[in-house]
């Protein structure tokens, strides 16, 4: 199983970005997929979660700003990110929980992340 993350770049403040998140391989089933982030010296932190039904929660810096869509037939999940601020450049990484056909369980995968940076 692989999560290719891409669409980080260099914006400026108050630009946009999409990051986009495709999950390939032996994939039996897809629970929750999410978007981390981790600044330079800081903690990773969640960013925005959505369930395969479509429910969605935001950390409270993102909300109003950043939307957590899917695409359940490609496997793949998106984050537009709006009215970016310079505190919300840090690496992006996408995560899933799921389930191969070799396993009976569920597990997190990480993608490699993409590195978003917002210039003042």
């Known amino acids: 199983v692989q999560l290719q993350a891409s669409g980080g770049g260099l914006v400026q403040a108050g630009g946009s970005l999409r990051l986009s998140c495709a999950a390939s391989?032996?994939?039996?089933?897809?629970?929750?997929m999410g978007w981390y982030r981790q600044a330079p010296g800081k903690q990773r932190e969640l960013v925005a979660v959505?369930?395969?039904?479509?429910?969605?929660d935001y950390t409270d810096s993102a909300k109003d700003r950043f939307t957590i869509s899917r695409d359940n037939a490609k496997n793949t999940v998106f984050l537009q990110m709006n009215s970016l601020k310079p505190e919300d450049s840090a690496v992006y990484y996408c995560?899933?929980?799921?389930?191969?056909?070799?396993?009976?369980?569920?597990?997190?995968?990480w993608g490699q992340g993409t590195l978003v940076t917002v210039s003042s």
């Open positions: 959505i369930t395969s039904g479509g429910s969605t």
């Open positions: 995560n899933a929980d799921l389930r191969t056909y070799s396993s009976t369980r569920y597990r997190f995968y």
């Open positions: 391989g032996s994939i039996f089933s897809i629970n929750a």
